[in-house]
Each structure stands twice: as structure tokens, then as C-alpha cells.
């Protein structure tokens, strides 16, 4: 098992920053690819990035390339989520999800554990 706890969510305005982080706990961190999806409301939940487990790889979602930036820290089991130049269509609940393989994934159901989501709102 693994447990996933999001944190960094909030308010911002549009043209804004926020980093969103995850920390993992209970099994070895480094035996997963990471990944960060989203839901707004109405919406199904969708892919944003992922990392591989040794960060030497990663792949967008084309809606956010070369607005946010994935990136992990195995000594510290946590994973995080630059978001530079904030829409307002980035809106969502964002996930932090692990999967228990061996090249970076972005389809839902190839990830095998999921933290409990944090709310970013961007504002006008």
C-alpha cells in the first residue's frame, strides 16, 4: 500500500504560481512513476503529467506544456507540480497518483494508488 497526500492547493489569480506537492508513504517510493491528474467540476478527472522514477523522464498533457513543470525528490518520497502562468481553466481538484510501473503512464486506470485531490482555483 501506498498512501498519497496532496498539499499546496489554493486561490491565485490568472498569471499566477502555485506548487502543488505530494508526499508518499509506505512502500518504496522510487518503485513508482508518478503523476499528477485533474477533475473540475463536470468534468471527468484527466492527465496533467507524470515522471518517470528516476526523473529523467516526463510527459504533459499539451494544456499545460511549457506552463508547469513536474519533478520529485526520492530522498524526500515526494512529488511536485510547478503551475506557472496560471488560466482559469485550470481550475480543478488535482491528484497525486502512483503507479507501479516501469515507463511514464498518463491513462487513469494504469495508476494504482490516489491522494485525496487539493482544490486550485485561479480568479479573473
Known amino acids: 500500500q501506498v498512501q498519497l497526500v496532496e498539499s499546496g492547493g489554493g486561490l491565485v489569480q490568472a498569471g499566477g504560481s502555485l506548487r502543488l506537492s505530494c508526499t508518499a508513504s509506505g512502500r518504496t517510493f522510487f518503485d513508482y512513476v508518478m503523476g499528477w491528474f485533474r477533475q473540475a467540476p463536470g468534468k471527468e478527472r484527466e492527465f496533467v503529467a507524470a515522471i518517470s522514477r528516476s526523473g529523467g523522464s516526463t510527459n504533459y498533457a499539451d494544456s499545460v506544456k511549457g506552463r508547469f513543470t513536474i519533478s520529485r525528490d526520492n530522498a524526500k518520497n515526494t512529488v511536485y507540480l510547478q503551475m506557472n502562468s496560471l488560466k482559469l481553466e485550470d481550475t480543478a481538484v488535482y491528484y497525486c497518483?502512483?503507479?507501479?510501473?516501469?515507463?511514464?503512464?498518463?491513462?487513469?486506470?494504469?495508476?494504482?494508488?490516489w491522494g485525496q485531490g487539493t482544490q486550485v482555483t485561479v480568479s479573473s
Open positions: 497518483a502512483a503507479a507501479s510501473r516501469i515507463s511514464v503512464v498518463r491513462t487513469l486506470d494504469t495508476y494504482d494508488y
